[in-house]
């Protein structure tokens, strides 16, 4: 058997009947894609609605009975949280959770104006200390920069949330410059790469955690998220 296996993934032969039956695999795109739009959406509410109460209820009594516990959650007081996107949306939410539980915060965004705004809600919230820098994470530099302002000021790091994106709705048949795309994986990827690896070494010294917010976009394709799902 000599399957070879072709730029997209085909092997010879699955090539050979895509070619020798376009109308067949246009069919079955079309039946992957009505049950992606349809089908699924519904099936994730409901396995939610299912699913959340039993978690939260679990988490109530973890919290009830046993402090810490893997279910309550770490012990944030004293440490430091390094958060990318902080300055709206979902990274500007996980700034008010961390500062509830006591962690000194670094918000990395573009606007400088928003992420002041945001610092002043967390220390009214609870955190000792916001240290805010503007910078973009699609330029290595800037991300090396404040990741070492970061420790230079604090001295430590436990957190690094890598939350800064953007989101864009294409298919791909429809890019007609692929240069103009590549702003997308600059930001979407190596945002979340830059800024993890000047980060590691002080993560391992605090045996810390990287969380990166993803999306549901990345294992479930979408015909209008080709990069965004990437
Ligand atoms: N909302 C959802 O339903 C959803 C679902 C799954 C995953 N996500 C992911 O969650 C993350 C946050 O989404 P969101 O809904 O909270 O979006 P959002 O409200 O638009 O927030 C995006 C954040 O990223 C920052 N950002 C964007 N480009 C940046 C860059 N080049 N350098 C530095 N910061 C940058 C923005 O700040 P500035 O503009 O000030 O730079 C902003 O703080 C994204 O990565 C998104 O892909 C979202």
Redesign the pocket.
Known sequence: MDAHVGMNGLDSFSMRVALAHPSKCRAAMDVIHKFIHLVLPPVIVVTLCLILPFIFTMKLVFSLIMRPSPLSGENMSGKVVLI?????????HLAYEYAKGGASLVL????EN??REVARKAVGLGSPDVLVVG????KVDECKQFVEAAVNHFGRLDHLVC?????SFCAFKDVTSIASCTSLMD??FW?SFYPTYFAVPHLKRSKGKIIV????SGWMGSPAMTF?GV
């Open positions: 990318t996107g902080g300055s709206s949306g979902i990274g500007e990395i965004a573009r606007r928003s992420l910078a973009d994470v699609s939350n800064a994106g953007i989101i930001i979407n945002g917010n993803a999306s549901s965004y």
